[in-house]
């Protein structure tokens, strides 16, 4: 089986690639990714090398370089993405470039060749924030993010190639996820790494937002029992029922890594900040046999020690043009947040 794995150098998508690599041995896989800053090909050197894995340097905008990375493909999952709420705040551009107009050139060319099976990974945003109860999948969706009305727009248009064409679609929306290789901007390997680096950790607005944090390693497992077992024309919530405001995980991270309380600052909120998301995950436990196994805790303990132990992985990226996105981002915040002396 020859599988598509575009956006294979993030977060996400390198550790599926590594989980591909391990759990299914007999699969060929491609993985197209731009290497936008988030995409990092040095992730995937080891599998490049061994021959396990094909990288293509391309844009999934790009039909010539979709067609190339696609050929023979039964299987496609669409990790490529835009993905970061406070960038989608600062410029949209790209959000609805990448994340609807490619999803459109790869449905495209994937119903040209007509392959089996085509899993957009689509997220828990899409529903917008969600003051009590849990999201089911055929709940109205409701984003508020530039980022998520992106990627709802990917999601409802794959959804389309299904409905019209028959195309075999599947979307899962999953939770936050945590884990290795999660590039430094995101809540997690933003407070661990600034724990370590004894630098502030900027919280939003009063530190109660809640997320259901999603191991990725969990995450992984269900995209395989999705390309094994998944419904065409089917949508699936993927999350851990594991919610925590921004202030326990903070306090959870000040633990595990020893940083000082002092380093905690609560910072001006970001704009149209969403409450909380939540999910029901029963029709993934019903038609997959999925459920997350790994409890928080665990996995953040097990988050931190990556961290530590690689810390040259992150110290190249925050040495790099992640400083400038951070003083624009932070410095005039933090420097507010100090002088009001909280
Ligand atoms: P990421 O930002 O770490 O990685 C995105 C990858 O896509 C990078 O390697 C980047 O180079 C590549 N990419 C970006 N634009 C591209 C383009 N035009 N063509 C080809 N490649 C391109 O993202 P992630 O956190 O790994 O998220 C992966 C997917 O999962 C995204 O679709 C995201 O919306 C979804 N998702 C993420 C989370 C989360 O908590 N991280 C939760 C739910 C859903
Ligand atoms: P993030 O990791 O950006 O994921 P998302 O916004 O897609 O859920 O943020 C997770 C939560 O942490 C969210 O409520 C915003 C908050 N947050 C902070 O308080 N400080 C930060 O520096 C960041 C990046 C996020």
Redesign the pocket.
Known sequence: MKILVTGGAGFIGTNFVHFVSREKPDWTVTVLDKLTYAGRRENLSALEASGAVRFIHGDICDPAAVSEAMEGAGLVVNFAAET???RSIQAPSDFVRTDIEGVRVLLEEFRRIGGRMFVQISTD?VYGSVESGYSREDDPLRPRSPYSASKAGGELLAMSFFHTWGVPVVVTRAS?NYGPWQYP????P?FVTNAFEGLEL???GD?L?R?DWLYVEDHCRAIARVLEKGRPGSIYNIGSGQERT?LEVTEAILELTGADRSLVRRISD?PG?DRRYALDVSRAEAELGWRACTDFEEGLAATVEWYRANEPWWREIKSGRFREYYMAMYSERLRESRERGR
């Open positions: 970061h709420v406070d945003e936050n901007e995101k809540l997690i933003l900027p919280v939003y530190g937002n997320r921004n970001r900040h």
